[in-house]
């Protein structure tokens, strides 16, 4: 089993940041892929970055590509979200995969084993 624990989120103004983070527990070496995902009321979750724990390779939704950045230290995985967007409010969650395929393809909640209680992340215009 892992544990995730999401701190940060907030409000904040269109065009500002904000950072994420999420530290795992437990077995962390389970955990072959670790994402961020976001979620609004009605709407499915979607991908928003991850990043493959063997060697750091990261993939962003072409939403936020230029804007987030997902980085990792030991079993802290941290989210840099520059320029946001009112479309970016949403509820963030960290998830961990066991999958050893969860780099292959986009991001599907699916291929995810493990989350986090979500944090919100609120944009204003």
């Known amino acids: 089993q892992v544990q995730l624990a999401e701190s940060g989120g907030g409000s904040v103004q269109a065009g500002g940041s904000q950072s994420l983070s999420c530290v795992a527990s437990?077995?962390?070496?389970?955990?072959?892929?670790m994402a961020w995902f976001r979620q609004i009321p009605g709407k499915e979750r979607e991908g928003v970055a991850r990043?493959?724990?063997?060697?750091?390779a990261t993939y962003y939704a072409d939403s936020v590509k230029g804007r987030f950045t997902i980085s990792r230290e030991n079993d802290k995985i941290s989210l840099q979200m520059n320029s946001l967007k009112p479309e970016d409010t949403a509820e963030y969650y960290c998830?961990?995969?066991?999958?050893?395929?969860?780099?292959?393809?986009?991001?599907?909640?699916?291929?995810?084993?493990?989350w986090g209680q979500g944090t919100q992340v609120t944009v204003s215009s």
């Open positions: 998830a961990a995969s066991e999958k050893a395929n969860c780099h292959v393809h986009g991001m599907s909640k699916w291929e995810y084993d493990y």
């Open positions: 437990g077995d962390t070496y389970r955990a072959s892929c």
């Open positions: 990043i493959r724990t063997m060697n750091g």
